[in-house]
């Protein structure tokens, strides 16, 4: 079992930044693939980036904006937002598994959510 847990949203103006975490614990968290998922008001969820111990993967709607990194001395996943669009308002969740295809499509494991959004 995996416990997650994000910090780091909040409101913020079109343009600006912020930088989402999320604690992991109750597994090894470098053998843990990661993603971060986010669902806006009346759409359907929608993976926003992942990372395995090899790679990375972004969206379309974020690639060049977004960064996703992991610290695993801290058991830790980041999701780095710059030039942050009204767009980008949702609910952020952080996803584990025990495999990169997993977390894509499937993840076993999830955060409780957290809200970003973004003003015009």
């Known amino acids: 079992q995996v416990q997650l847990v994000e910090s780091g949203g909040g409101v913020v103006q079109a343009g600006g930044s912020l930088r989402l975490s999320c604690a992991a614990s109750?597994?090894?968290?470098?053998?843990?693939?990661m993603g971060w998922f986010r669902r806006a008001l009346g759409k359907e969820r929608e993976i926003v980036a992942r990372?395995?111990?090899?790679?990375?993967y972004y969206a379309d709607s974020v690639k060049g904006r977004f960064t996703i990194s992991r610290d695993n001395a801290k058991n830790t996943v980041y999701l780095q937002m710059n030039s942050l669009k009204p767009e980008d308002t949702a609910v952020y969740y952080c996803?584990?598994?025990?495999?990169?295809?997993?977390?894509?499509?499937?993840?076993?494991?999830w955060g409780q959510g957290i809200q970003v959004t973004v003003s015009s």
């Open positions: 109750g597994r090894t968290f470098s053998s843990l693939a």
């Open positions: 996803a584990a598994a025990n495999t990169i295809v997993e977390v894509t499509t499937t993840p076993p494991w």
């Open positions: 990372i395995s111990r090899f790679s990375t």
